[in-house]
T-cell receptor
Framework: KAGVTQTPRYLIKTRGQQVTLSCSPISGHRSVSWYQQTPGQGLQFLFEYFSETQRNKGNFPGRFSGRQFSNSRSEMNVSTLELGDSALYLC????????????FGPGTRLTVT | GESVGLHLPTLSVQEGDNSIINCAYSNSASDYFIWYKQESGKGPQFIIDIRSNMDKRQGQRVTVLLNKTVKHLSLQIAATQPGDSAVYFCAENIHPGSGYALNFGKGTSLLVTP
């Protein structure tokens, strides 16, 4: 099985712009979660989607949003980018149900200038 | 504040020795805990997990111990190899019963010396 894929792998944006990141989960996985990783804050949970519905949400401002499609692929969007949004954005997928194992993709490195 | 924390930010061990990485958590309602390994430039890689109704779980060269009384989690790596050098994170599921929302610790850097 192919692993979790994320596109693009690297992205440079300017303050004030918006960005959309994409994640394709492992085939058959219905849950997709997003995390932000920075040197200062470490790995922080953004949100989780399951069957096209946001099931859990972390403590991030409303500028961070996401969605999941019927094929379980997910996108996250960050509007009005700030310098502090520079980070590695990681997507993880899980089969759902009683299986809690989450498998991570390689991440998208976002740099805001 | 952060509910999952690591006792040591850096651990250096000699090849062949056993490694122990510790983690403290504060959410007594967490029902699931995972250890991840992250190498430079890669996403976290699943190592082993344990549910709150267990005290110990073993994998290949790795063992996770859960002490709910003191809210402590540890990862033991047997016969540590150079390829084990990485940052290790513990994580807890802070939304038990309603999906996944992992709270990660800051990480421990494991350095294996020959």
């Amino acid at each position: 099985k192919a692993g979790v894929t994320q596109t693009p792998r690297y992205l440079i944006k300017t303050r004030g712009q918006q960005v959309t990141l994409s994640c394709s989960p492992i085939s058959g996985h219905r849950s997709v979660s997003w995390y932000q990783q920075t040197p200062g804050q470490g790995l922080q949970f953004l949100f989780e989607y399951f069957s096209e519905t946001q099931r859990n949400k972390g403590n991030f401002p409303g500028r961070f949003s996401g969605r999941q499609f019927s094929n379980s692929r997910s996108e996250m969007n960050v509007s009005t980018l700030e310098l502090g949004d520079s980070a590695l954005y990681l997507c993880a997928s899980s089969p759902g149900g009683e299986a809690y194992e989450q498998y991570f993709g390689p991440g998208t490195r976002l740099t805001v200038t | 504040g952060e509910s999952v924390g690591l006792h040591l930010p850096t651990l250096s061990v000699q090849e062949g020795d056993n490694s122990i990485i510790n983690c403290a958590y504060s959410n007594s309602a967490s029902d699931y805990f995972i250890w991840y390994k992250q190498e430079s430039g890669k996403g976290p890689q699943f190592i082993i997990d344990i549910r709150s109704n267990m005290d110990k779980r073993q994998g290949q060269r790795v063992t996770v111990l859960l002490n709910k009384t003191v809210k402590h989690l540890s990862l033991q790596i047997a016969a540590t190899q150079p390829g084990d050098s990485a940052v290790y994170f513990c994580a807890e599921n802070i939304h038990p019963g309603s999906g996944y929302a992992l709270n990660f610790g800051k990480g421990t850097s494991l350095l294996v010396t020959p």
